[in-house]
């Protein structure tokens, strides 16, 4: 069989807010050698201990509009009132080396990538039940209880487009959710590639 450079996935992981995926996301990317942080462009304000080109881009409505009408983004939403984007140039560049591409983006972003990107992993993070999200959500003291609200509404409409995943995590330990994204993340470097000449 040819030795040749696999292409990287694209994996995504979409929850609704307080389900743990950025925790996740973070603890994989430690893990995974050949896993790369998309970092997505967002027009939301920094929170208290976020940095550009860290967590986020961040930037204007105005310049995000310009991006949106460049092309320059393989997926963008409007999410809580704010815009954010993932970087295509990004995502081809670390595709074509090899690597994994993690994508921490919400559930309307989820399925612009899979429209453009149909192999990409597709994972779903849930806590147990709704009753767990938002005690998460009013523990983690970030957001008022008018937002809190709005997020818990919008988990319910999420977990509606929970066919178009391939996987669901139900983050009831974080340790364990952990595993399981890496171990799911594992499995793909056997999957086989439509557009690659084995032998």
């Given at each position: 069989?040819?030795?040749?450079?696999?292409?990287?996935?694209?994996?995504?992981?979409?929850?609704?807010?307080g389900a743990g995926k950025t925790s996740i996301c973070d603890a994989t990317v430690k893990k995974c050698a050949n896993a790369v942080y998309s970092i997505s462009y967002t027009t939301r304000k920094p929170r208290i201990g976020e940095t550009d080109g860290n967590e986020y881009f961040f930037t204007d409505d105005v310049s995000f509009k310009k991006m949106v009408k460049a092309g320059k983004f393989a997926e963008w939403a409007k999410v809580h009132g704010h815009y954010y984007g993932t970087p295509k140039s990004f995502l081809e560049k670390t595709l074509n080396a090899g690597k994994n591409v993690i994508l921490d983006i919400d559930v309307q972003g989820g399925l612009k990538i899979k429209k453009h990107y149909p192999q990409a992993c597709m994972i779903f993070v849930m806590t147990p039940d709704l009753k767990t999200l938002e005690k998460r959500l009013t523990g983690r003291n970030k957001d008022s209880k008018e937002?809190?609200?709005?997020?818990?509404?919008?988990?319910?409409?999420?977990?509606?487009?929970?066919?178009?995943?391939?996987?669901?995590?139900?983050?009831?330990?974080?340790?364990?959710?952990?595993?399981?994204?890496?171990?799911?993340?594992?499995?793909?470097?056997?999957?086989?590639?439509?557009?690659?000449?084995?032998?």
């Open positions: 069989m040819k030795n040749t450079q696999n292409k990287g996935n694209i994996i995504v992981v979409s929850a609704p807010s937002t809190i609200a709005i997020r818990m509404q919008n988990a319910k409409k999420e977990l509606k487009y929970l066919s178009k995943y391939n996987y669901l995590v139900i983050n009831d330990n974080l340790q364990d959710a952990i595993f399981s994204v890496n171990v799911i993340i594992e499995s793909l470097k056997y999957k086989i590639q439509k557009d690659k000449k084995y032998f």
